[in-house]
């Protein structure tokens, strides 16, 4: 097969079927700059979200190129577009998801989220507009080689800065916010693998299609290697499946090709020996297709080798094909058409979620995608939404087959239809079969609009006039649309703003609280992110800044402060409280979390005798737990609000149902064993839980909870025989570790003891509490020696346990049920 031979002209040159005015000219340099920006721009500060950040990058450039687009319909008085059917698709998906959006019951939530999340009404409006603009302006063959020369530009700034973090570690270039050697200018360490994917479908294409001078050819072949050795350090096997079919496919498509055409040179030159020397294999295809089946059959191994020398670990996860398919199924069961509205995946998950997932590491994740970005849509959208997107991705598929295996155009024409569908195809893959972060969803719009591009400029689609400039009637109704969408599109750029400065204001106020100590500037920056945009979870940091103002409150010395001016602060701050707690719920009703907030406010005040306290409490979590019917934690905070309200019998209750949902829920069975000491039941207690081992062998909750309840009553040597056994069952188990190392300490085994806490150092190196115990064991004093609130000389008494479980010490203790099923250990991607 003849090669084409690319020759790049002046930008002043570019040939078009109709000449762009200076208008869509700056829409073009606009929308040149995002394969370019998009997955490089961040601002280097905590306070700065980095999908936020990207969201609003693009959603400004693509509202300034919308708006320059439709200046130059108010100046020429028609529209001229490439007559797709694509294009209609489109139009179905958005109007389809802004309808459901409006039938959701949080249209706010649907439309803008608390960040234009992807899949809202808004970030769907944004990415289908963008992939509507690229054909109007990228009109010709060179203005598609520029942007594929501003993505490669880059790919190879993104290859060099994570190359450079490779070597000399994830200190450099770190500017602050990429803190570990998984960290990325994408987001999620898969989303980079995704991203380095469109490098190797594009180089691959390329090398193999079209003729390049000596530079492009050197440049070809490094991108290719380049993003294979990220691919390989990422292995993230679904990537992996896609280049094999697509490299069996080139190799096929190639050598088929070449077989047609040397049989004609064979033809004409009569000769069969002519017609072999002409044929060749497309050995980097090959290269490709035998590299990405290594990493297919033994991703394992070679992943692992990789992933240890170059000190990744990361953890990702998402619903499992079965999962989502479930949750669906509830869903469209009685929201057929719309589903639950966009950007509502993660409410219908909390009520629906698989039984199985609770006994996981992943038991209190709040999923807010599917097992892919596409397939959310079926349970956001309903079965209109699936269609609209089915016909949608349909018609694209038949339009990019129809292409490829046309022979009409020039070869260069040939390739850039190939190239430009085969990448946009690779990246709709991906988002079927996973959840990208915003840049990778954001270029596979931006190579769809290409795709069609390509089409119109090599007459495959034929372009679609209308003047409306003859007509009067036409005129005016024609004019004031424009004028609406224009002011549309400005209203729309200056809210976004106002939502991503809302959104610094937050971080900022999450920073002063948690980093800084500072309630009154956490309070500050909060109020100033409430005041730009309502949104739930402000409100709810308020409540956690008004509830510590309380418990600060209380504590405060009453000989220092009258008892009437001590009542009117802290009624303030109550009133404070409920009223932002109250808001939220306004806000967001079947958001659990907001109800959880509320109960969490009246618990406080509990302990207090405050009239109606205790029953309005019980209200708020119970509507928390009818909206998330399969918590474990909201069982275990209505057993405490009922510990708090002295009726043992029911708290015992809850705790019995949360353990039953999650048989290895350390704080549950913490708060039980503590239950049963304050009722003068330990050995009745002990009796029974070790009855229960002896049935349960297997099982790490009973001899964590037989190890506390014979460390309560004094029995360190049965403690620490318990503890063992919980420790030889999960060697991870940290607050198993933490009171066997105490149990030793008491039995003069301090050389154990030192070792337990050593291994706990490892683990949990900013834990100040197991600094003080190691510190004194190793000086040979007791273990709680110069201890200061909140620690103090009796662990197994306070009301939660002393060190926080990692997620690692869970995922071994329980057994995966069948809803769990890893795509690829090495990569840390996992379906639940």
Not at 184 to 189: A, E, H, I
Not at 627 to 656: C, F, M
């Amino acid at each position: 097969m003849e090669k084409a031979t690319i020759e790049l002209h002046d930008a002043e040159n570019v040939s078009t079927d109709a000449p762009l005015g200076f208008l869509e000219n700056i829409a073009f340099i606009i929308l040149l700059a995002l394969p370019f920006l998009l997955p490089l721009f961040f601002i280097p500060s905590a306070v700065f979200p980095l999908q936020f950040s990207k969201t609003l990058l693009l959603s400004l450039l693509v509202f300034l190129a919308f708006a320059c687009w439709l200046l130059a319909r108010l100046k020429d008085g028609r529209f001229v577009f490439p007559a797709a059917t694509i294009t209609l698709a489109s139009l179905a998906v958005v109007a389809v998801t802004a309808v459901s959006g409006l039938f959701s019951g949080a249209v706010k939530e649907a439309f803008v989220g608390q960040s234009i999340e992807l899949g809202t009404v808004a970030s769907v409006a944004v990415l289908f507009i963008l992939m509507f603009l690229v054909p109007m302006v990228f009109r010709s063959k060179d203005r598609i080689f520029y942007a594929y020369l501003f993505f490669f530009a880059a790919f190879f700034l993104m290859a060099a800065f994570h190359i450079i973090r490779l070597i000399f570690g994830a200190e450099v270039l770190s500017f602050g916010i990429f803190n570990d050697s998984t960290a990325n200018l994408v987001g999620k360490w898969n989303a980079l693998g995704a991203f380095f994917g469109i490098g190797t479908v594009l180089s691959l294409i390329t090398v193999e299609l079209i003729s390049l001078g000596r530079l492009f050819k050197i440049l070809s072949y490094a991108a290719l290697a380049l993003s294979l050795f990220f691919l390989a350090m990422v292995n993230f096997t679904p990537i992996w499946y896609v280049l094999a079919a697509f490299s069996l496919i080139f190799l096929v498509y190639i050598i088929s090709f070449e077989k047609s055409e040397t049989s004609e040179a064979a033809s004409l030159a009569e000769t069969s020996s002519a017609a072999a020397s002409l044929r060749k294999i497309p050995l980097t295809s090959l290269a490709v297709l035998l590299i990405s089946l290594v990493f297919i059959l033994g991703g394992v191994t070679v992943g692992s080798a990789i992933a240890n020398k170059f000190n990744i670990a990361q953890v990702e996860a998402r619903p499992s094909w079965t999962a989502t398919f479930g949750i669906a199924r509830n869903v469209l069961s009685h929201r057929s058409f719309l589903g639950a509205g966009p950007n509502r995946f993660v409410e219908q998950w909390v009520l629906y979620k698989p039984d199985g997932i609770n006994p996981t590491v992943f038991w209190n994740t709040d999923f807010n995608f599917g097992v892919g970005f596409v397939p959310t849509f079926l349970v956001t959208t309903g079965l209109l939404g699936a269609a609209a997107w089915l016909i949608f991705l349909g018609l694209f598929l038949l339009a990019g087959f129809k292409a490829t295996l046309s022979s009409t155009g020039d070869k260069v024409s040939r390739y850039l239809l190939s190239s430009s569908f085969l990448v946009s195809l690779y990246l709709w893959i991906i988002n079927i079969f996973y959840i990208p972060s915003l840049p990778v969803v954001g270029l596979t719009f931006f190579f769809t609009g290409l795709f069609i591009a390509s089409l119109y400029q090599s007459n495959m689609v034929k372009p679609k006039i209308i003047s409306f400039i003859e007509n009067p009637k036409n005129v005016f109704v024609s004019v004031l649309c424009l004028i609406v969408l224009l002011i549309g599109t400005v209203a729309a750029g200056y809210y976004f703003t106002e939502k991503f400065i809302a959104s610094t204001y937050f971080q900022r106020g999450l920073v002063a609280f948690n980093s800084q100590g500072n309630v009154d500037k956490a309070e500050s920056f909060l109020s100033k992110a409430l005041a730009l945009d309502n949104t739930s979870v402000y409100y709810r940091s308020l409540v956690q800044v008004d509830m510590l103002r309380m418990s600060s409150l209380l504590s405060q010395n009453a000989n220092n402060v009258s008892a009437d001016v001590l009542r009117t602060k802290f009624q303030g701050l109550l009133s404070a409280a409920l009223n932002h707690a109250q808001q939220a719920v306004l806000v967001d009703k079947a958001d659990y979390q907001n109800w959880l907030a509320l109960g969490q406010v009246y618990e406080a005040i509990v302990p207090l005798k405050v009239t109606n306290a205790y029953e309005s409490a019980v209200n708020a979590y119970g509507q928390a737990l009818a909206l998330n019917p399969k918590s474990p934690s909201l069982l275990l905070t209505l057993g405490r609000l009922e510990t708090s309200h002295g009726d043992l019998v029911k708290a015992k209750q809850y705790i019995a149902q949360a353990l039953q949902q999650k048989n290895n829920y350390t704080e549950a069975i913490f708060l039980l064993a503590q239950i049963q000491v304050s009722e003068g039941h330990t050995k009745d207690a002990i009796s029974s839980v070790e009855a229960a081992s002896y049935l349960s062998p297997n099982d790490i909750g009973i001899f964590f909870q037989l190890g506390l309840l014979r460390y309560s009553n004094k029995d360190f040597q049965g403690a620490a025989s318990a503890f063992e056994q919980a420790v030889a069952l999960n060697g991870n188990y940290a607050n198993a570790k933490y009171f066997l190392g105490l149990s030793l300490d008491r039995l003069g085994r301090l050389a154990e003891a030192i070792a337990q806490f050593n291994d706990l150092k490892a683990t949990n190196p900013d834990n100040k509490e197991v600094d003080l115990i190691l510190k004194n064991l190793k000086a040979g004093l007791p273990p709680f020696t110069n201890a200061a609130p909140p620690i103090d000389n009796q662990p197994e008494k306070r009301a939660k346990p002393p060190v926080v479980e990692k997620a690692s010490a869970e995922k071994k203790t329980s057994k995966a049920p069948s809803v769990v099923a890893p795509d690829n250990s090495d990569s840390g991607d996992t379906t639940i």
